[in-house]
Each structure stands twice: as C-alpha cells, then as structure tokens.
C-alpha cells in the first residue's frame, strides 16, 4: 500500500514539474502551443527561422535548412558553419525528413514569415506527427524588431535579443527620418530582376520587394499586379524604364550593362544598376528575413547617395559583427559589396 501511494505521489509531483517547466504561448496564427520553458534546442523551418535562430541565439541551432556553401561559411561564425542539414518544412515540396528531424530532439520548431492557412495547418501536422512544440512567428519587415523581442523571450535570451531590436529600431528610423525629408518625386523607380536573365520579378505587395517599399521606392512592377513572384518580357521592362535595377544575378547585372536591347533604360544609361549583395543571406531577398536590416542600410546608399550619409564599409562591419558575430576584413567586404555600390567620386 506505502508502494502504491508513493509511486501515486511520484507521478503527481512529475505532473507539476512538468507543467512548471512548461508554458503557453500563443503564436501569430492563434494557436496556443505550450512551450519549454528553457528551449536549448531549436529546429527552424524555413530560412527566415534559420537566420533569426542563427543571430539570437547560435548554440541553439540544431542545423540549417540548406547547407552553407564555401562562399558563404566565411561569414558566419565558425561553431554554426558545419551544423547538419535538415531541409525545409515549409514551401512547395518540403525537403524536410520527419526521422531526422525527430532524431535532431530539438525542444521547438519555428517557422517566421507569412502565416495563413496553409502553414497553420502544417504546423499542427508537423507537431501532431513529432510531438515536438511548433510556432508561428509574422515575419512582416516592419515588425522586425518586435519579432526580435518575441523570439528572444521565447529562446531565453532577452538581453540580446534586446540589442538587437533597438538596432533594427534605430535603422528604420534614421529611414524614416531621411524619407521624410525628399519630396515624392526625388524617389527612384526601381526594377529588381532575379535570375540569371534577370526576368523575374516581385510585384506589389511581394514579400521579396518589402524592404524596396520600406525604402520609398517605387517598384515598376507593381503596375502589373498584386502578389508574389512572376516573370515578365523585356518589353514591360523597357517600357517600365526603371531608373535603377538592381540585380540579383551579377550575371544580369554584367548582361544589361554590355547588351544593346538594354541601352536605352534610364538606368543603363546612367549607370544605376548595382548587384544586390548576397552573402552570407541575402541583402534585399532569399530569404525575406531580419538579414535584410543591413540592406537598409545599403538602399540608403545606393538610392539616396546624396541624402544619407555616413560609411557603409563601416556599417557593414558594426552589421556583421554585432548580427552574425564575426570580424570582416576589408576584403572581404570588397567581395561584399562588389557591383553592388555607386562608384567612388
């Protein structure tokens, strides 16, 4: 009888510690998800989740998405460059396996970005099948400071998390405050062509183009419609006539620079068409997550060269290191930057 009512009191003092080591939280599509208390080990979704993990907190990240390539591991800290790769759990054809994630006995999975229907319902899917917490996190550019704060409450860092919000804070108001001294007409139309024949595009609205929109300028492709990616003609383009491009593909960027059915654009002519920088995460785009603070600071450069000053080298650096902790030399951000900035006068 003792037996019994001491395995009784066991089981009900292992209840309560289990609830205290544990919480709700209530994510951006509504679901209320209990979550450890102390999460040392995380598992991110998608590549938006893999960067805001990677730059809270990196002893956290059970592994990457897709594995870094040689260019990139150079800018990023050395304990995260050999992580294992897991595949994605989110967008078309999830590359993710269920075993391995399972077997990475990660305490959460995040996923930042949009938040609708469909990645609701994979999430309860993902988390029905694993057992494994899973949250969704609004990734909307606007909002990175907050997101910041949230996650790093969620991870058990705030302090850093806090450094980093009141960053993005201070970036988007020097923006703000710069903006608002142009009128509307001193704001560049820009084209962005991803790909390597640069005819793929965002239009309005597109999640790939939100810090150009943040940034005051006009997207020309926003006159074709309201939505994510599409690929349009040479002739839309020309006819758009941007006064800046900016390239995802320096093989574009070096292709309308030499090729004549380009000559006549505004921005050809004048120019203006910069290499939008990539490494170790994209500076505008891929993926659409808080790596796109520093390309803030270097739209501001390259779209009001007049209007905002200061160093952009120097802002790369402080960028780097106080974001994905790593020292960057001076030639390394010569790689950086390279086509990616107004020439020197």
């Known amino acids: 009888m003792l037996k019994f009512v001491a395995a009784v009191l066991a089981a009900f003092?292992?209840?309560?510690?289990?609830?205290?080591?544990?919480?709700?939280?209530?994510?951006?599509s509504g679901r209320t998800v209990e979550i450890p208390d102390h999460v040392t080990r995380v598992l991110a979704?998608?590549?938006?989740?893999s960067v805001l993990v990677y730059v809270l907190a990196?002893?956290?990240?059970?592994?990457?998405?897709?594995?870094?390539?040689?260019?990139?591991?150079?800018?990023l800290a050395p304990a995260v460059r050999d992580l294992p790769t897991f595949g994605r759990l989110t967008g078309q054809g999830g590359t993710a396996n269920m075993e391995a994630v399972i077997a990475a006995k990660p305490d959460l999975i995040i996923d930042v970005g949009s938040v609708n229907a469909t990645y609701k319902s994979l999430a309860d899917k993902v988390q029905q099948q694993t057992g494994i917490p899973y949250v969704l996190i609004d990734g909307r550019?606007?909002?990175?400071?907050?997101?910041?704060?949230?996650?790093?409450?969620?991870?058990?860092v705030k302090p850093r998390a806090e450094e980093l919000a009141s960053y993005a804070e201070n970036t988007?108001?020097?923006?703000?405050?710069?903006?608002?001294?142009?009128?509307?007409?001193?704001?560049p139309r820009v084209y962005y062509g991803r790909g390597p024949d640069g005819l793929e595009t965002g239009l309005a609205g597109s999640i790939n183009l939100e810090i150009l929109e943040a940034a005051g300028a006009t997207n020309v492709a926003a006159s074709a419609g309201k939505g994510g990616l599409t690929n349009v003609s040479l002739e839309q383009v020309l006819g758009w006539n941007p006064d800046v491009i900016l390239a995802?593909?320096?093989?574009?960027?070096?292709?309308?620079?030499?090729?004549?059915?380009?000559?006549?654009?505004?921005?050809?002519?004048?120019?203006?068409?910069?290499?939008?920088?990539?490494?170790?995460?994209?500076?505008?785009?891929?993926?659409?997550?808080?790596?796109?603070l520093i390309g803030i600071r270097w739209l501001e450069t390259?779209?009001?060269?007049?209007?905002?000053?200061?160093?952009?080298?120097g802002d790369v650096r402080r960028f780097f290191k106080l974001f994905y902790q790593v020292d960057v030399t001076d030639a390394q951000i010569d790689t950086l930057l390279k086509g990616a900035a107004p020439a020197a006068r």
């Not at 550019?141 to 991870?155: E, I, N, W």
């Not at 093989?251 to 920088?277: L, N, Q």
């Open 13 to 28: 003092v292992a209840g309560l510690s289990s609830t205290a080591l544990a919480r709700p939280f209530t994510d951006a």
């Open 45 to 49: 979704a998608g590549p938006p989740a």
């Open 58 to 75: 990196p002893d956290k990240l059970t592994g990457w998405v897709r594995e870094p390539g040689a260019d990139e591991k150079a800018f």
């Open 141 to 156: 550019f606007k909002d990175t400071a907050a997101t910041l704060r949230q996650v790093g409450d969620l991870l058990g």
């Open 172 to 187: 988007l108001k020097t923006l703000d405050e710069g903006l608002a001294k142009l009128p509307a007409g001193d704001r």
């Open 248 to 292: 995802a593909s320096p093989k574009f960027a070096a292709s309308v620079k030499a090729d004549p059915s380009w000559a006549s654009v505004t921005a050809v002519k004048e120019g203006k068409v910069f290499v939008t920088p990539g490494l170790p995460f994209g500076w505008l785009d891929s993926p659409p997550g808080i790596n796109r």
């Open 302 to 313: 390259v779209l009001y060269p007049e209007t905002f000053g200061g160093d952009l080298r």
